[in-house]
């Protein structure tokens, strides 16, 4: 990838996140990105080719955080490790996280299918501990992660460590 298609994408993820996808066009991502922007349309076609690229790109650091959890053979690690991901995610990429809250609401994008690999992993958790309802102890994990990401990337909350450990104590991790 170009130095140039780095600045688009970054650019573009900085001004979807702010401003919302409808509310910013291409030309203030170029003229952000300094770029032209009839370049952001030779490599993305579009805005919403654009913003395609930034979701992969950003999938991929999702995928990344959740393979400590897909990995893990033992229920309770799988638990554990879960409860750990919005400990993982760095500051540099809130406005992903941002991104993703918003647009489930401005374009009504559901990313309920890429949970689906995690809700099974937690299900199964549940299931060889012995949880009466190890899908709804799932659904209540992955719930309590989207809300609490929220908080932390809108910035009404920090990591709070001591949530964590209620959650710990709460799975008797």
Same mark, same amino acid.
């Given at each position: !990838?170009?130095?140039?298609?780095?600045?688009?994408?970054?650019?573009?993820? =900085?001004?979807?996140? *702010?401003?919302?996808? +409808?509310?910013?066009?291409?030309?203030?991502?170029? *003229?952000?990105?300094?770029?032209?922007?009839?370049?952001?349309?030779?490599?993305?076609?579009? *805005?919403?080719?654009? #913003?395609?690229?930034?979701?992969?790109?950003? =999938?991929?650091?999702?995928? =990344?955080?959740?393979?400590? /959890?897909?990995?893990?053979?033992?229920?309770?690690?799988?638990?554990?490790?879960?409860?750990?991901? @919005?400990?993982?995610? @760095?500051?540099?990429?809130? +406005?992903?996280?941002?991104?993703?809250?918003?647009?489930?609401?401005? #374009?009504?994008?559901?990313?309920? /299918?890429? =949970?689906?690999?995690?809700?099974? /992993?937690?299900?199964?958790?549940?299931?060889?501990?012995?949880?009466?309802? @190890?899908?709804?102890?799932?659904?209540?994990?992955?719930?309590?992660?989207?809300?609490?990401?929220?908080?932390?990337?809108?910035?009404?909350?920090?990591?709070?460590?001591?949530?964590?450990?209620? #959650?710990?104590?709460?799975? !008797?991790?």
């Amino acid at each position: !990838m170009t130095d140039k298609q780095e600045r688009i994408l970054s650019c573009g993820l =900085q001004l979807f996140a *702010k401003n919302g996808y +409808n509310a910013t066009s291409t030309s203030q991502i170029a *003229k952000a990105a300094e770029v032209s922007e009839g370049l952001i349309f030779r490599h993305f076609k579009s *805005k919403e080719g654009l #913003l395609h690229a930034i979701l992969k790109e950003g =999938q991929q650091k999702i995928d =990344q955080l959740y393979a400590n /959890v897909i990995n893990e053979t033992e229920p309770k690690s799988v638990i554990k490790n879960f409860l750990q991901i @919005p400990f993982l995610v @760095p500051q540099t990429e809130y +406005n992903f996280w941002k991104l993703l809250f918003a647009l489930k609401w401005e #374009l009504d994008i559901d990313n309920s /299918v890429n =949970q689906k690999p995690i809700n099974i /992993v937690l299900t199964k958790a549940f299931e060889q501990l012995s949880y009466k309802e @190890p899908d709804l102890e799932a659904a209540f994990l992955v719930n309590y992660l989207e809300g609490f990401t929220s908080a932390i990337v809108k910035g009404d909350g920090v990591p709070d460590s001591n949530l964590n450990a209620f #959650l710990q104590r709460k799975y !008797m991790l």
